[in-house]
T-cell receptor, first 113, second 115 residues
C-alpha cells in the first residue's frame, strides 16, 4: 500500500540553524510528493511539491528533491527563523487518478531565538 | 468563496449525542476530502468525493460516521452517538480535480471535543 514515514519530532533548533526533516515513502509507480505546513492556530497549507523524479520543489527558502532511488523527499532549509515554527507534513498522491493524499504523522519544528 | 470554510470551528458535545460538521469548498472545486487530526497523530483520511462519482468511504472508522455532499458543493460530516475517542480536529479540503498534481486547499478545521 501507499505510506509516508517522517522523522519523529519535536525538532528544536536555534535561529539560523540548518534544518532537515526526513521523509520516505512507499508507493507504486511515480506518486506526486508534497510538503504541507501547519502554523499554530491555522489550517494546513501547501509548502512545496514535486511531481516527478529529480524534481526539486522550493518555497520560502525551503527545498525538497524527489529521489526515486531512495524513495525520499527530505525537507531542507539553510537558515531557519522563529517564524518557521510549525508542524510539517510530508504527503504523497498516488499516480492512479482520483486517489487521495496520504500523509505522514507530521514533525513539530520549534525554533528558538 | 476565497477559501475552504468549515463550521463550527469548535464543538463541545456530550458522549452519545450526534454532531454535524459542515464544509463549504472553494467554488468550482470538484474534489472534496475529509481528514481527521488527532492529538499527537497525523492526518487520517476519512472520505473523498470526486464529482458525481461514488465517494471513497474507505477511511470512515465506523458506521457511526457518514458524509454527504449536496449538489456537488457543500458537504456535511455526521457523527452519530459520539464517543470520547471521536475527539479530534476534523479537516476538510478541496481541489480542482482528482489528478496527481492537484493541490489540496484545507479549511481551518472543526475541533470536536466529546465529554
Amino acid at each position: 500500500g501507499n505510506s509516508v514515514t517522517q522523522m519523529e519530532g519535536p525538532v528544536t533548533l536555534s535561529e539560523e540553524a540548518f534544518l532537515t526533516i526526513n521523509c520516505t515513502y512507499t508507493a507504486t509507480g511515480y506518486p506526486s510528493l508534497f510538503w504541507y505546513v501547519q502554523y499554530p492556530g491555522e489550517g494546513l497549507q501547501l509548502l512545496l511539491k514535486a511531481t516527478k523524479a529529480d524534481d526539486k520543489g522550493s518555497n520560502k527558502g525551503f527545498e525538497a528533491t524527489y529521489r526515486k532511488e531512495t524513495t525520499s523527499f527530505h525537507l531542507e532549509k539553510g537558515s531557519v527563523q522563529v517564524s518557521d515554527s510549525a508542524v510539517y507534513f510530508c504527503a504523497l498522491r498516488p499516480m492512479e487518478y482520483g486517489n487521495k493524499l496520504v500523509f505522514g504523522a507530521g514533525t513539530i519544528l520549534r525554533v528558538k531565538s | 468563496g476565497a477559501g475552504v470554510s468549515q463550521s463550527p470551528s469548535n464543538k463541545v458535545t456530550e458522549k452519545g449525542k450526534d454532531v454535524e460538521l459542515r464544509c463549504d469548498p472553494i467554488s468550482g472545486h470538484t474534489a472534496l476530502y475529509w481528514y481527521r487530526q488527532s492529538l499527537g497523530q497525523g492526518l487520517e483520511f476519512l472520505i473523498y468525493f470526486q464529482g458525481n462519482s461514488a465517494p471513497d468511504k474507505s477511511g470512515l472508522p465506523s458506521d457511526r460516521f457518514s458524509a454527504e455532499r449536496t449538489g456537488g458543493s457543500v458537504s456535511t460530516l455526521t457523527i452519530q452517538r459520539t464517543q470520547q475517542e471521536d475527539s479530534a480536529v476534523y479537516l476538510c479540503a478541496s481541489s480542482a480535480g482528482g489528478s496527481g498534481a492537484n493541490v489540496l486547499t484545507f479549511g481551518a478545521g472543526s475541533r470536536l471535543t466529546v465529554l
